[in-house]
């Protein structure tokens, strides 16, 4: 009797680690695509300011909502650690200047605001990318 | 019977108001913008659910005059009203949390300062607003503002109608490697955030402060079934405007500025404000429900005066578990977590309780000594059952879920 329960749960348990990986993502493929979505959502929201479809206080707002969300990733990335350790070099060459871009968003006519632009979307395709490998 | 018509267009703007919060906002726009179409079944399950709980609870407090928390205390004992009102404390002060989070981040999209400073001056307006305000206001003030909600509808059109190609995600939602998950999570979240157990003993009481008698039976079931259901179209044009917009742009709404963009593709400047003032509306009125609904709990299960009606000194202790629960608020709040992921770990922690605050449910409203010929009918039960059923499947994998996504 117990031998067959023991049988199923080791079963269960066999199953449930063969399908983990379609169930649900790694730590690792999270936070990139958590950053590649902030890093895009930062892209259009420069874009929509500088089209006049929204403030430039307003985008401000938003953007330290994305500063505070993306604090941090770099060590959470590094310490989760990618399958490909030139994946991992790319992503953290690439979140330095895009942070700095989160951090000092070109909100007026006074700066490149496209060269910010060019910069988070390089950064939100290669995490994008990374979260869906 | 002009006047009871009034009341009934009040009830539905109510109802409206206080179905939509930051639960339900962040949980639709994280759906829709990682689903598409794929979880607008649960926001339809979840309203009927509501629905038939909102009309239950309208029907025993007009009928009994009692409330809820009243009649959990008397009929099963006051060791067993603990039960309840613990695990109402511990996930509505999240939820309090993240509604004067929202609230927060809706004068921060106003005025571009952060919401962290706005955040003690909000709990402050939200404590004066409960204080002094008399319950007329707390109910419709926010209430008609939300109606702006429904700008979301004028959104979709706005931008041509539903696209052909996302029609067909309504029934097979496109998953990601590795997001089922996510998908269930999202599912729970949704659950947890509609059936609000502070909208039902919030309800209840109201139904006591405007004295409803079995007269009010006809405003309880229309308010119950227009009114949820004007919500959860808000809700569910939410989540086809964060498909619509956010989906195609890889944007997955982790975060309230993030959702604000879903209105500014197809308004501008004008979109991105109305999208703030929703916030700002349905946040304030679900704040002032969340704050009221534990006083209103722990006052009617203590055995204390309570009222909003009342003047501060005649009901002194139920205003001050008000300022204490708000106080807790405030200090979750400091910590600095996005009030969007607040709000979805508070649904969750709402799913998780659930089958402990709807349970005594099914026995009160077959109790014809509260509610003489009034009790539920056969239909009635077996939708409760099935309610609770529900209920303890959600509350089952909803903590297990929260911790494989990282909360989504």
Redesign the interface.
Known sequence: MWQKIGMVLVLLVLFSLSTA???????F??TA??A???F??AE??LT?AHE???????A???????Q??LSGTDQTLAAQGAANIHTLQRLLALFSPAIQVIDAPCLSNMCNWRKQREILNRA?QAF?QAG?S | MKKQWLSIALGIVTATGGFLDAGTIATAGEAGAKFGLGLIWVILVATIAIILLVEMIGRFTAVSKKTYAEAIREDFGFRFYLLPLSSELIAESLMLAAELGGIS?AL????????HIFFPFVALFIWILAWRAPFDLIENGPALLGLVTLSFLAGIIALGGIPAPLIPTLWHPSF???????YLYLSAAIFGSTISPYLLYFYSSGAREEHWSGASLLLNRVTAIVGMGFGSMGSISLVVLAAIVLQP??????????L??VM??PF??V???LF?LVLFATCTGAALEVVLAISYNIAQGFGWEWGENKKPIEAARFNLVMTIFLLIAVVIGLI?I?PLQLALFASTVIALFLPISLSPFLILMNDPEYLGNKTNGRFTNIAMIGILVLAFLVAIISLPLAI???GG
């Open positions: 990986c379609t169930f649900t993502e790694t730590a493929t999270r695509n958590n590649g979505s902030a895009a959502a259009v929201t929509y006049g479809k929204i403030t430039y206080s307003y401000a707002s938003s953007v330290v909502i994305f505070s969300e939100s994008l869906s | 981040i921060s999209l106003f005025t571009g300062i952060s919401w990601q490697q590795g997001t089922v998950a996510e742009l890889n944007i997955s709404s982790n975060t309230l500025g993030e604000g963009l500014a593709k501008g400047i979109g991105s404000f703030a600095g996005d494989i996504t990282g």
